[in-house]
């Protein structure tokens, strides 16, 4: 072998050297960011997460963020997925914590028991927990589920976010050509109202802001005649979230040039007089005026 073959040889042998070196350390690089992303639990866990079932630890299924209003019961049911997407509950124990997220640095749980309303409850057998806060209770809720089995355990944490108890808009009253009232029950708790529109992409923008949280009806003015409108009504509580109903209601807006023209008298003879009377109305048989131009004459 010559000395220029023998050279290339070994620079080739080095750098087959480092490739190889440089691929063990990305692996073992990636192995520790997998298992430093996996949540809170046992360490054989967080292997079976990255390696597969390496153990019998358990893994609990996830849980999103659950929002719902004052006095809606709040049910999530937890399991052990390890095995197949729907979950067991077989040889596991459970147990159920819980905090309030205030912004401030994070208090110590407590035991799901300690709920309050005093309505939770927590089956340890089976994962699910139920708790119906009440009007008194308004923001975040962090509750943290721990599952146990004989091989280890898994932890599972979710925010159940509370609203304002508000069902919404209830009706579209007085669909005129310019305007349409819009109708619902108010909330002595609430700090107002948003108006929001629904626009033909699906997405929502904010029409019109009500201030007066006593108002239970506002009369929309200026739209456009023979459109079609759809509204919905959220209220804002004191922490400024808005309630997150999905009612929606929609109408269309008339036509409004419309002249009704009414006689006192079908017929005259010379020397009688009458009044006629003009008056606009909507396409819907709305009046859009309370008097309409009223013009007298008679026959000679």
Not at 221 to 249: E, K, M, Q, W
Not at 255 to 273: F, K, N, Y
């Amino acid at each position: 072998m010559g000395k220029f073959t023998k050279s290339i040889y070994k620079a080739f042998k080095f750098s087959s050297e480092r490739i190889r070196t440089s691929i063990i350390y990305a692996v073992l690089f990636a192995i520790s960011l997998a298992l430093a992303g996996c949540s809170k639990g046992s360490s054989g866990s967080a292997i079976d997460r990255v390696f597969g079932a390496l153990s019998d630890s358990p893994i609990l299924s996830a849980v999103p963020t659950q929002v719902l209003q004052q006095t809606q019961e709040l049910t999530v049911d937890v399991n052990n997925v390890k095995e197949s997407s729907t979950g067991s509950d077989k040889d596991m124990a459970y147990s159920c914590k819980w905090l309030r997220l205030t912004g401030a640095p994070a208090t110590e749980y407590a035991d799901c028991s300690t709920l309050p309303n005093g309505s939770a409850t927590f089956a340890t057998g089976s994962g699910i927990l139920k708790w119906t806060p009440s009007t008194a209770e308004l923001g975040q809720f962090q509750f943290e589920i721990t599952g146990t089995n004989k091989a280890g355990s898994d932890r599972r944490e979710f925010v159940a976010d509370v609203r304002l108890a508000f069902a919404g808009l209830e009706s579209l009253t007085g669909v005129q050509g310019d305007r349409m009232t819009l109708n619902w029950t108010p909330n002595p708790n609430a700090t107002g109202y948003q108006i929001l529109r629904k626009n033909a992409d699906g997405t929502t923008t904010v029409f019109h802001s009500v201030t007066d949280a006593t108002l239970g009806s506002i009369t929309l003015t200026n739209l456009v005649p023979l459109s079609t409108y759809a509204f919905r009504v959220s209220a804002i509580d004191t922490l400024g979230a808005t309630d997150g109903n999905t009612v929606t209601l929609s109408a269309v807006t008339a036509d409004l040039i419309r002249l009704e023209v009414t006689s006192a008298a079908s017929e005259l003879s010379p020397g009688q007089s009458t009044t006629v009377t003009v008056r606009l109305k909507d396409n819907g048989g709305n009046y859009l005026t309370t008097s309409g131009l009223s013009v007298a004459f008679g026959l000679s």
